[in-house]
């Protein structure tokens, strides 16, 4: 199975700030990759996939970027609703893991 | 709109089961491979199980194959998940989920909201 590390696990960051989460994959998975926002009590919702493609209604302030076996996602500038747990997930291969999240706390 | 609604989730004890529904609406169900994915309390996602659209192809995550069943009615729009075996370990948040239009490389676009399992005895 591949496994996905994100790091880092918590993050503390301002309004405005330029925020970047890492996820590294155990083998190459192509650009087979999705990331994923989630609020608590909430379901996720799909942000990239295909590492850097922005899904529809996902303001540009995300990013996604990297193939093979690390990638990134990026918040420009941080905004008040941006403050979540993010997801990476592998669509490379079954089982489709995702990584331990990250969670984007405010400063 | 796009909607999965699931049911079928309560408190049961270890080595009972329980059968998880999805309901789908807004779109052509029959086109779409739909996927299983669980939260447990204060933990991460955990992807578990997929079915292709035309039912042909399954997967399941290796914590949960050979007790759990995913099938899908393309008649009633619905998706279902037989838990078998169920164990302490099995309790979360169960969600039902969309694969997106692109394919494979789209991930999953859709998602319900979310029924609770609970395995105590």
């Known amino acids: 199975d591949i496994q996905l590390t994100q790091s880092p696990s918590f993050l503390s960051a301002s309004v405005g700030d330029r925020v970047t989460i890492t996820c590294r994959a155990s083998q190459g998975i192509s650009s087979y990759l999705a990331w994923y926002q989630q609020k608590p009590g909430k379901a996720p919702n799909l942000l990239i996939y295909?590492?850097?493609a922005l899904h529809s209604g996902v303001p540009s302030r995300f990013s996604g970027s990297g193939s093979g076996t690390e990638f990134t996602l990026t918040i420009s500038s941080l905004q008040p609703e941006d403050f979540a747990t993010y997801y990476c997930?592998?669509?490379?291969?079954?089982?489709?893991?995702f990584g331990q999240g990250t969670k984007v706390e405010i400063k | 709109q796009v909607q999965l609604v699931e049911s079928g989730g309560g408190v049961v004890q270890p080595g009972r089961s329980l059968r998880l529904s999805c309901a789908a609406s807004g779109f052509t169900f029959s086109d779409y491979d739909m996927h299983w994915v669980r939260q447990a309390p204060g933990k991460g996602l955990e992807w578990v199980a997929v079915?292709?659209?035309?039912?042909?192809?399954?997967y399941y995550a290796d914590s949960v194959k050979g007790r759990f069943t995913i099938s899908r009615d393309n008649s009633k729009n619905t998706l279902y998940v037989q838990m078998n075996s169920l164990r302490a370990e099995d309790t979360a948040v169960y969600y039902c989920a969309k694969n997106s239009v692109v394919g494979v490389a789209g991930g999953v676009d859709v998602w319900g909201q979310g029924t609770t399992v609970t395995v105590t005895s």
């Open positions: 997930q592998q669509l490379n291969s079954y089982p489709r893991t």
């Open positions: 295909a590492a850097s």
């Open positions: 079915i292709s659209y035309d039912k042909i192809n399954k």
